[in-house]
């Protein structure tokens, strides 16, 4: 799904080292969901799409956004419905550091993926009470508010549930990074957010125990100020859906920025989804200069979870002595473009 602006070129670099890594042997389906498609037929994700995206193995995916259509119709309506409604609960965000990186880290941001602040449960309350509904594949819930004021106002409700955390921080721990010996950090805004944060700690307690493992709790702003300042003692971050967005982001700045950034999104099921972490960036959309290296380290691992571990290893080798031979694109200050830095990846694959 290679979706909006340079997706539509990084996508294309990403498969285009795939397919010399694997020989050709992954089988690729297109899915036109975009905000082209949206603009010329009112169309998000059918749900046929929907029903075809639940078997796959894997989805690679671009970005999403265009300034023509409303900033939310397409993120809601694409990429949040995808981890919503294929159970994704959990993304995790490698930030590596790179030859030119001014930062030495190797940290992995485990964020849950579908719950808390981002489910769209919230809005204007008129004069006279609101309601509100919420439905997923998770849970269903309507809040009635009222009240009176001389003042407009507005509300986002964040949303918490046992059983998904559970899930989140078990999947979470099966990950390397949390074996790694620097221990685990989990984060949160406990000493403001009492009442949502009460059950994050809770049981992020219960299931790192089970586990054997400590838990460092940290609020989200302490962690922001510690990795600026030593990244090196983190290994595995557990955030909530928002602290995760946020951090994820700082951590892509400290290794070179988004362009270098790959996620992947996992649940219970065979089909995970994987993108880089940058936008659509219509600025540059169509010029052969977008950043391919997030979207082509997103395809590592992809192939680690398709059970292709050593060729994801060495499609991730390739990128770094890319970057070691000195290809620079434009939003490091390069010359490179998307082609002359998929030859140099390409060069030094198997």
Same mark, same amino acid.
């Given at each position: 799904?290679? %979706? ?60 999403? %956004? ?8 397409m993120e809601r309506g694409v990429i949040l ?195 880089? +972490? ?40 390739? +990128? ?31």
């Amino acid at each position: 799904m290679e %979706g909006d602006g340079i997706g539509r070129e990084v996508i294309p670099a990403a498969t285009e080292c795939i397919d010399h890594i694997t020989g050709g042997s992954i089988e690729y389906v297109k899915y036109g969901a975009s905000s082209e498609r949206y603009i010329r037929e009112s169309t998000l994700i059918t749900e046929n799409e929907m029903e075809e995206l639940r078997k796959m193995d894997a989805i690679l995916f671009g970005a999403i %956004g265009d300034p023509r259509v409303k900033p939310g119709i397409m993120e809601r309506g694409v990429i949040l419905r995808l981890r919503r409604e294929l159970g994704l609960f959990l993304n995790l965000r490698p930030a590596r550091s790179l030859p030119f990186s001014k930062f030495d880290m190797n940290i992995a941001i485990a964020r849950e993926n579908t719950e808390e602040f981002y489910m769209g449960f919230g809005g204007k309350i008129d004069e006279g009470g609101s309601k509100f509904l919420h439905r997923s594949n998770a849970w269903s819930g309507e809040l009635e508010v009222s009240g009176s004021s001389d003042d407009d106002l507005y509300f986002n409700l964040g949303v918490m549930s046992r059983k998904n955390l559970e899930r989140f921080f078990r999947k979470a721990l099966s990950f390397k990074q949390a074996n790694e010996g620097k221990g685990v950090t989990v984060v949160d805004k406990a000493n403001a957010v009492t009442g949502l944060y009460e059950i994050w700690r809770e049981v992020a307690g219960e299931e790192l125990a089970k586990a054997g493992i400590k838990p460092h709790f940290m609020y989200g702003d302490a962690v922001a100020y510690d990795l600026v300042m030593d990244p090196s003692k983190f290994g595995l971050i557990m955030a909530s859906n928002l602290y995760g967005d946020i951090l994820s982001d700082l951590c892509a700045g400290m290794i070179g920025g988004l362009g270098f950034a790959p996620s992947g999104s996992y649940g219970l099921g065979k089909v995970a989804l994987f993108e880089p +972490v940058h936008g659509s960036a219509p600025d540059i959309a169509g010029r052969g200069i977008a950043n391919p290296i997030g979207a082509i380290l997103s395809g590592a691992m992809m192939l680690d979870h398709l059970g292709m571990k050593e060729k994801g290893q060495a499609l991730e080798e390739a +990128v770094g002595l890319a970057v070691q031979d000195g290809v620079m694109t434009h939003d490091i200050g390069g010359s490179d473009g998307t082609k002359r830095v998929v030859a140099s990846v390409v060069k030094h694959l198997p």
